[in-house]
């Protein structure tokens, strides 16, 4: 059964620092992995997507890598910035083309100081 | 840009009565999900269409939850009667048949008093 954990549950760093969250799976077997924000009270707003093939996805200041083999993502944010302040999920895909199911961590919650 | 449309986005509702939510997802889009998330916790998926049918329904409560997409588009979720846990933040999700990427509505905050 897969499971997906995510290390630490909250995060607090100054304003300008590079950070990494972490999101760690049990079964590499996976159609690909996504990274979403949360604001308080929101929905869900999909950052990036990994494709299993993939090593790596960048979207302006943000860059989450792929280790299939190991079990392993991280969420790399360059120059933190007040706004980046929110919950970062991750969740990984797998299942077959008419039935994918996504397993969610817990979240990790971020706090950037100004 | 397309959107996942959810309605409505708060609801209070007293214990005991019946309560629903309506969810458009995007354009094309043959899959639907319904999730509920208590805070600080990750999303549960409560049911999981493809097109009109349902392929995963095994962490539905039966006995007061359902849920309906008719024409394979739009879906509503109802709880009836709601209870006190039953207080959470429901999101819908769609996404492509063969692709896997989801995408989130704004969610329906339920608070059961």
């Known amino acids: 059964k897969q499971e997906v954990t995510q290390i630490p549950a909250a995060l607090s760093v100054p304003e300008g620092e590079n950070l990494v969250l972490n999101c760690s799976f049990t079964?590499?077997?996976?159609?690909?992995l996504q990274w979403f924000r949360q604001d308080p009270g929101k929905g869900l707003t999909s950052l990036l997507l990994i494709q299993s093939s993939q090593r790596e996805q960048t979207s302006g200041r943000l860059n989450a890598s792929l280790d299939k083999s190991s079990g392993r993502s991280t969420l790399y944010i360059a120059a933190s910035q007040p706004g980046d302040s929110a919950t970062y999920l991750c969740a990984v895909s797998s299942g077959s083309d008419s039935n994918y199911q996504l397993i969610w961590g817990a979240g990790t919650k971020l706090i950037i100081k100004p | 840009e397309a959107e996942v449309a959810q309605s409505p986005r708060y609801k209070i509702t007293e214990k005991s009565q019946a309560v629903a939510f309506w969810c458009d997802p995007i354009s094309g889009h043959a899959t639907l999900y319904w999730y509920r998330q208590i805070l600080g916790q990750g999303p549960e998926l409560l049911v999981q269409?493809?097109?009109?049918?349902?392929?995963?329904d095994s962490q539905l409560p039966k006995d007061r939850f359902s849920a309906e997409r008719l024409k394979g588009v739009d879906s509503t979720l109802k709880i009836q009667p709601a209870e006190l846990g039953d207080s959470a933040m429901y999101l819908c999700?769609?996404?492509?048949?063969?692709?896997?990427?989801?995408?989130f509505g704004q969610g329906t905050r339920l608070t059961v008093v």
């Open positions: 079964d590499s077997a996976i159609y690909n």
């Open positions: 999700a769609s996404s492509l048949i063969g692709v896997a990427e989801a995408f």
């Open positions: 269409f493809q097109d009109e049918s349902v392929v995963d």
